[in-house]
């Protein structure tokens, strides 16, 4: 079924899909990280909450705290390097909004459910947004702010009652593993929101992409690197996933093979190159990951938060 501007959309899905999906696929399953993101909605001044803009992002925790990552000008509606607004109408966000996450169990049956958290910037945050953040003295496109408590899970010992229930997390720190070796040719992989066809769970498109320059050198002497990949302006504030498979095992019960893999979060992809002679190479490019804890120790814990149920 399809919106009525013909845009298939993704993420609903019943009984019927998931017994059709077991039949064409062998012991198909929800990806972990696939929790771990939100597309990201600017809204109008005008209290209308209309969109004006969209972008992606994904949730961390630093030091027990929970944390929306995104790009700086997603957030501000400025760029990073330039300070030159985005929008030729002078449009400066002050309200944001984002989907969070909830586990409803109702036995036999489980269901996972996204709402709106807005984010609205006081006159405080609206004028610190004007500049951006600071790491070692020079601006980066990374911006970072808490999280509404009580609008994403995390892992829960004590929950029980469906396949992974005591694992599963929208905390994207809790599905990483050691660090994986990288160099220039490596793949990678883009979680985000290249479209405004996302509905009831709410997964994010897994774009793949691989690593177009050498991660040594930077990008004008930034802490950046290319990325070749085919993505649109939407997805910027997306994470940037190493993945390498490290086995493969026969599953007996499931009767099926199955490979193991492990992830590193890289980057937050911040766009494509600005130039209208490289628009044919699908080159973006991405901040280091590295870059979270010094925006937040620049930011401090943001503004106020809230949910709608």
């Known amino acids: 079924m399809s919106n009525s501007d013909g845009v298939l959309r993704y993420g609903i899905g019943g009984t019927a899909t998931a017994v059709a999906a077991s039949i064409n696929f062998a012991a198909p399953a929800l990806h972990g990280f696939s929790f771990c993101t939100t597309p990201i909605e600017l809204l109008s001044n005008d209290g209308k909450d209309e969109i004006i803009s969209r972008g992606s992002g994904f949730f961390c925790r630093r030091n027990g705290r929970l944390f929306l990552v995104t790009n700086y000008h997603v957030a501000s509606g400025r760029n990073a390097?330039?300070?030159?607004?985005?929008?030729?109408?002078?449009?400066?966000?002050?309200?944001?909004?984002?989907?969070?996450?909830?586990?409803?169990?109702?036995?036999?049956?489980?269901?996972?459910?996204?709402?709106?958290?807005?984010?609205?910037?006081?006159?405080?945050?609206?004028?610190?947004?004007?500049?951006?953040?600071?790491?070692?003295?020079?601006?980066?496109?990374?911006?970072?702010?808490?999280?509404?408590?009580?609008?994403?899970?995390?892992?829960?010992?004590?929950?029980?009652?469906?396949?992974?229930?005591?694992?599963?997390?929208?905390?994207?720190?809790?599905?990483?593993?050691?660090?994986?070796?990288?160099?220039?040719?490596?793949?990678?992989?883009?979680?985000?929101y290249p479209l405004a066809n996302y509905a009831g769970f709410i997964p994010p498109i897994w774009k793949r992409g691989s690593i177009a320059s050498e991660p040594l050198l930077g990008v004008d002497d930034r802490p950046m690197f290319l990325i070749d990949a085919a993505v649109t302006s939407s997805m910027s504030g997306s994470p940037v996933l190493r993945r390498i498979v490290t086995f493969a095992a026969q599953d007996k019960d499931a009767g099926v093979l199955r490979e193991f893999a492990s992830f590193n979060l890289i980057g937050v992809y911040a766009g494509r190159l600005q130039s209208r002679a490289l628009d044919a190479v699908n080159l973006g490019y991405a901040w280091h990951q590295s870059l979270i804890d010094g925006v937040i120790t620049h930011y401090g814990y943001g503004p106020y938060t809230r949910a709608e149920y």
């Open 81 to 192: 390097l330039t300070g030159e607004p985005l929008s030729s109408m002078g449009y400066f966000p002050k309200r944001l909004r984002y989907h969070g996450a909830r586990i409803v169990q109702e036995p036999p049956n489980v269901r996972f459910e996204r709402f709106h958290c807005i984010m609205e910037f006081d006159d405080a945050l609206q004028e610190q947004l004007t500049k951006p953040p600071l790491v070692d003295g020079a601006p980066v496109d990374v911006w970072a702010v808490p999280v509404v408590p009580g609008s994403i899970f995390e892992k829960d010992s004590t929950r029980t009652g469906f396949d992974q229930a005591a694992s599963l997390s929208c905390v994207i720190d809790d599905y990483l593993g050691p660090p994986i070796a990288t160099e220039v040719g490596s793949d990678c992989l883009l979680l985000g």
